[in-house]
């Protein structure tokens, strides 16, 4: 298990700071990730990409325009008679680029359609087909849970909880046919109340109370959340008092191995959105010592992947 972060009690109606939460409020819902899977498979413009995420035009039109209000994707002409529009990755979006491998890599191991993605990454330097695999920029090492410590860095702190309101979508009908690659870990990304949750969890936060005060959100919101993560086996539930009960959630394998995801997210967070006085929470790697910087590596050559050195190959299906 990884090691707690203790910040203490926070003030009433206030939360600690976190990049992962504020990552979240950019990325944190299935459309939107429905719609970054679709550029980066390469369908990028309005029509195409509605046809491979079932969007509804609105929700395309809103989640379009937030994306690129928020710097991850820009809008650039690609025909001036009649007029045109494409979509592509600004600078901020392709540094999404190790989240979306540590989404590929958990969807693989862990979905339930893993047998059937038809999906193959190559990394051309090494010519070799690839798993990608969470490893320490110093040491080149692969990095488990258990090697992972977190400390208090210069822009933790407290903040007034804000929501965007977001209808949930959580239900595996709804987005089982759209999602390509990422259906069971886009249940789990793309609704931010349970990553939230899980965030409580990985940082040693077990009681429903502790989480409660950690994320501010309403108390039968957790309750909802707490319950589906127990029945995907993200948590497991352990009796801590009777009469009457309560109980701790702590994860289980499948949700460690579901950590780099968030761990990804947060060095992303930590670049856009962290504070002037820097990062909330520092990151130390135990086994070699260092600050802990995690990269999407090629698990046959060592090599950080990157979005030019990686090609992805699918069946016409996709």
């Known amino acids: 298990m990884i090691d707690a972060l203790d910040t203490g009690e926070p003030p009433a109606g206030m939360v600690r700071t976190c990049s992962i939460w504020r990552a979240l409020e950019v ?14 498979l390469g369908d990028n413009r309005f029509e195409s990409i509605r046809n491979r995420t079932c969007l509804s035009k609105p929700l395309l039109s809103e989640r379009l325009k937030s994306l690129v209000a928020n710097g991850i994707i820009r809008r650039q002409s690609y025909s001036e008679r009649p007029a045109r529009f494409e979509f ?9 680029f190790p989240v979306t491998m540590m989404l590929l890599r958990w969807e693989k191991t862990w979905s339930s359609r893993r047998d059937t993605l038809g999906i193959d ?12 695999v969470p490893m320490c920029v110093h ?29 949930a979508q959580r239900n595996r009908t709804a987005i089982a046919e759209t999602v390509t690659l990422f259906t069971d870990a886009a249940e789990l990304l793309g609704d931010r109340w349970s990553s939230l949750v899980m965030r409580s969890a990985f940082t040693g936060l077990h009681k429903f109370d502790e989480m409660l005060a950690d994320s501010a959100m ?9 319950g589906w993560l127990v029945e995907r086996g993200f948590l497991k539930a352990r009796v801590y008092q009777t009469k009457p009960d309560r109980f701790a959630y702590y994860p289980t394998r499948k949700a460690l191995d579901y950590l780099p995801i968030l761990l990804m997210l947060q060095e992303w967070g930590d670049r856009y959105y962290a504070s002037d006085a820097g990062p909330p929470v520092i990151l130390h790697h135990k086994t070699c010592g260092t600050p802990l910087t995690l990269i999407a590596g090629c698990d046959e050559c060592g090599e950080e992947l990157t979005v030019d050195t990686v090609e992805l190959t699918r069946k016409a299906s996709l």
């Open 121 to 132: 990454l190559i990394h051309q330097p090494c010519g070799h087909k690839t798993t990608p």
């Open 139 to 167: 040491c080149g090492q692969a990095v488990q849970a258990g090697e992972i410590g977190w400390q208090e860095g210069p822009g933790l702190g407290w903040m007034e909880p804000s929501y965007t309101r977001r209808r």
């Open 88 to 96: 592509v990755l600004e600078p901020k979006g392709q540094t999404l």
């Open 218 to 226: 309403a108390s039968n919101i957790l309750s909802d959340r707490l």
């Open 27 to 40: 990325l944190g819902d299935v459309p939107t990730l429905l719609i970054l899977e679709a550029i980066w």
